[in-house]
């Protein structure tokens, strides 16, 4: 089972603020995060970096697939804390 202290979500430039203010919400009872960073992005996207050490009890799968290493976490809200816009996105 993996681990990672950083996960990656990609997301429009429309939704970021709302993002930033009120956390990455669930869509379809999942939120759906990458271990590698240019996964989905595309020139029109923002990269954010979710920080999710010690959330240990937050139910996540975990498909190893070539290019993404696709997570889902499910039924949870990521706080605005664990949240930051990639350097590459600054």
Not at 5 to 26: A, F, M, Q, W
Not at 62 to 76: A, G, H, I, K
């Amino acid at each position: 089972m993996f681990r990672a202290k950083v996960l990656y979500h990609v997301t429009s430039t429309d939704n970021i603020n709302s993002i930033l203010s009120e956390g990455l919400r669930p869509k379809y009872n999942f939120i759906h995060l990458s271990q590698y960073p240019n996964s989905w992005k595309t020139d029109d996207s923002i990269l954010i970096e979710v920080n999710i050490e010690g959330l240990d009890s937050v139910v996540m799968t975990y498909f190893p697939v070539t290019d993404t290493d696709e997570v889902l976490v499910w039924n949870y809200t990521v706080e605005p804390s664990r949240l930051k816009v990639s350097k590459a996105d600054v």
